[in-house]
């Protein structure tokens, strides 16, 4: 585990400052790191890991201990090179360096190089885990239902106020396409707080460490990106009724929009006054008639 002067130190010989537009901040505190390692593995025994942006190796080392395998992603190609010779000993990890985003999802061919990496070494059980970059975390939080099915469980560190739009319920001003979404096909367990103190450099925000398991609703990946921009739409126009967005956002027929306001069974509300369950009839409803 690197200490703070440690982190600073290999960044100096490195010829390296933390890149903000990348959003480089590097855990150093060891309870934090052990949390996430220990909610990222303990449940889940004999496992695979996939590290989104594994930096200085802090976490990839700690999540080495207990997993089959890690399969450790980062940009940067120096900081690749660096965990690669500290960790070398490590016979359990695999460091690659690449950009793990592609099209705002998380790089299909990645996902797939890991997949055959676990039949190799006969692991059938995978875990996302991510200390992750915040500039990267909607790309990252919207690709965790389309994983596919090896994936059981993911722990993430994020921003608080995005934990906060994951948890939402309808009624509030976070309620929106995150807690929809996530709410949907995970069992979202919030698992620590973490100050801003614990990082370096230190950020401007707080952030919480969060635990997903896979719920029973499995996510229909030829439908999953229109079923996205659907709930985009009709959260779109927040101060507006959901009528009003409807008639702005989608091209339909008096009758149709008069059918799905019976159904709704709400007038003059807001998108974020809906239930979920009232929200995904409203997208199946609107996939059909917005061919």
Known sequence: MLSKAELKQILAALGRKPNKNLGQVFISSRGVVERIAEEAVFWQKNCAVFELGGGLGNLTEALARNAEWVFSVEIDEKFAQNTQKRLAALKNVTIVCADGIERGRIKPSLIQTFL???????????????????????????????????????????????????????????????????????????????????????????????????????????????????????????????????????????????????????????????????????VGVLKKLCV
């Open 116 to 282: 055959n990496g676990m039949m190799e070494r006969g692991i059938r059980t995978a875990v996302f885990c991510s200390n992750m970059p915040y500039c990267i975390s909607g790309a990252v939080l919207m690709s965790l239902p389309i994983l596919p099915p090896p994936f059981v469980r993911a722990t993430i560190m994020t921003q608080r106020e995005v934990y906060e739009r994951i948890t939402a319920s309808y009624g509030s001003k976070n309620y929106g396409l995150l807690s929809l979404i996530l709410q949907r096909y995970f069992k979202v367990v919030k698992v620590l707080d973490v100050s801003r103190e614990n990082f370096y450099p230190k950020p401007e925000v707080d952030s919480t460490i969060i635990g997903l398991k896979r719920n029973e609703v499995t996510a229909d990946v030829s439908e999953y990106e229109r079923e996205l921009k659907i709930i985009e739409k009709i959260f779109s126009m927040r101060r507006k009724t959901l009528r009003q967005v409807l008639l702005k956002k989608f091209n339909l027929e008096d009758s149709q929009l008069s059918d799905i306001m019976k159904a709704v069974s709400g007038e003059n509300l807001r998108a974020e006054q809906l239930p979920p369950d009232v929200i995904w009839m409203l």
